[in-house]
């Protein structure tokens, strides 16, 4: 199955479940459920959960057992995006095609959308009584590898060099800072998460997280790519602003070519650490070829 299959299959797994788990829109205050749902439903790849399912698949697990978790990094992903378009951060208009929530909304419920779907996603991962397949301490191990991703030591630490560093020169390492913590930190994260779920052993974690930090990085280089070559009627998204707000960026630092050939062999790298794996991690060899694809 290629990539693009797999991928359009595991957002028609997730997405039949991904209202399941949050209050429906004309509960009260309907507003802030409203806002919620505007976002989680506004498309998507979902890439996220499915490299959770992927994850799992590849040491043995069941997606079924773990679709909640799964559900629970979209969630997360929804509240970074909804945040990041906000004005105080990048001030963007366009998001899946689609106005941005603080754009239909208002700033303040935005914020308070985004708060709520991640306060959800921890609900969810803690919850042994939806996923009563999974030993409550694997929970509890994949819910704080995940607190640590997206944290000040994570993701949020990533974005706030990534704030500090615009309009100012910088140099490789903490361009690679940037892009590893606020980008890399939860898709390695949910790979790690759909392993831990499963049962994963020593060896096959290490593996899975080293093919994270790979393919986690080679996925915001190719996103600064995009900003500068992509139709932004495909893309969804504003184009151009990272340029606009000088951003910390691949591209502005090493050029285009460079920055592709970069991508190229960090995706081959987390390829190679997959080797002690079957064909059932052939979704996940996919995904990372996929990634490139997205842009040469």
């Not at 359009?8 to 802030?32: H, M, N, W």
């Not at 993701?155 to 913590?181: F, N, R």
């Not at 090493?254 to 960090?266: H, Q």
């Amino acid at each position: 199955m290629s990539a693009a299959q797999y991928l359009s299959e595991g957002r028609e797994f997730v997405d039949a479940s991904i209202c399941k788990y949050l209050p429906e829109e004309a509960t009260y205050p309907e507003s802030i459920h409203k806002s919620m749902l505007y976002s989680v439903l506004a498309g998507g790849k979902r890439l996220r959960p499915v490299l959770v399912i992927a994850s799992a698949e590849a040491v043995g697990g069941n997606r079924q057992d773990i679709l909640p978790f799964a559900v629970a990094a979209e969630y997360i992903h929804t509240y970074t995006l909804i945040h990041d378009d906000l004005p105080a951060l990048d001030n963007d208009d366009l998001r899946r095609g689609k106005p941005t929530n603080h754009k239909v909304f208002g700033e303040a419920i935005a914020v308070l959308a985004g708060d709520a779907l991640l306060t959800q996603a921890f609900y969810l991962m803690t919850h042994s009584g939806l996923m009563g397949a999974i030993p409550p301490e694997r929970l509890l191990q994949a819910a704080h590898d995940m607190t640590d991703a997206i944290g000040t030591s994570g993701m949020i630490g990533g974005q706030v060099v990534d704030i500090e560093s615009e309009g100012k020169p910088i140099d490789a390492e903490t361009l690679e800072y940037i892009h590893v913590h606020k980008t890399g930190c939860l898709i390695k994260a949910c790979i790690r998460a759909g392993a831990i779920l499963s049962q994963a052993n020593t060896d096959q974690l290490e593996a899975l997280s080293n093919y994270g930090e790979q393919i986690g990085l080679a996925f915001q280089i190719v996103d600064d790519i995009l900003d500068i070559t992509a139709d932004e009627s495909l893309l969804g998204k504003d184009i151009g602003s990272d340029v606009d707000k000088g951003k910390a960026t691949y591209p502005a630092l090493y050029g285009l070519d460079k920055s592709k050939r970069k991508a190229e062999k960090l995706v081959e790298e987390g390829i190679t650490c997959l080797e002690i794996f079957d064909n059932r991690a052939e979704p996940l060899r996919e995904i990372g070829r996929f990634f490139l694809q997205r842009t040469f």
